[in-house]
């Protein structure tokens, strides 16, 4: 993992995330910004998480799919992916309380 020399700068705490862990977090985030920003399909974004937008989308819960036989440049959120988000907050907040990610 690449140190933010920024965040280094302004005394941000690094924390050692296991693998299960990161890939939970980096789901989560693609997700989110589905949700929040659909991004899109060729972006930088979806180029550099090309593995989780990939599992994302092969579960059902981002498309491209913007209505019957219709189809869009953004990766946006699915109902499926709404529930999964809550569920992973759910989750990730759990992770928080129990002192796994600090």
């Avoid at 929040?36 to 593995?51: C, E, L, T, V």
């Avoid at 799919?65 to 869009?72: A, F, L, M, S």
Wanted: aromatic fraction near 8%; glycine fraction near 8%; hydrophobic fraction near 40%.
């Amino acid at each position: 993992m690449k140190l933010n020399s920024k965040l280094l700068k302004l005394g941000q705490d690094l924390t050692n995330v296991d693998y299960n862990t990161k890939q939970l977090i980096v789901t989560y985030a693609t997700l989110d910004l589905a949700l929040k920003k659909p991004f899109k399909i060729k972006g930088r974004f979806a180029r550099n998480a090309s593995m989780y937008v990939a599992i994302c989308a092969s579960q059902g819960w981002i498309t491209n799919c913007v209505g019957e036989d219709t189809w869009g440049d953004r990766w946006g959120i699915t109902t499926e992916g709404m529930e999964t988000i809550h569920t992973l907050e759910s989750l990730i907040g759990y992770l928080i309380e129990k002192d796994e990610l600090t």
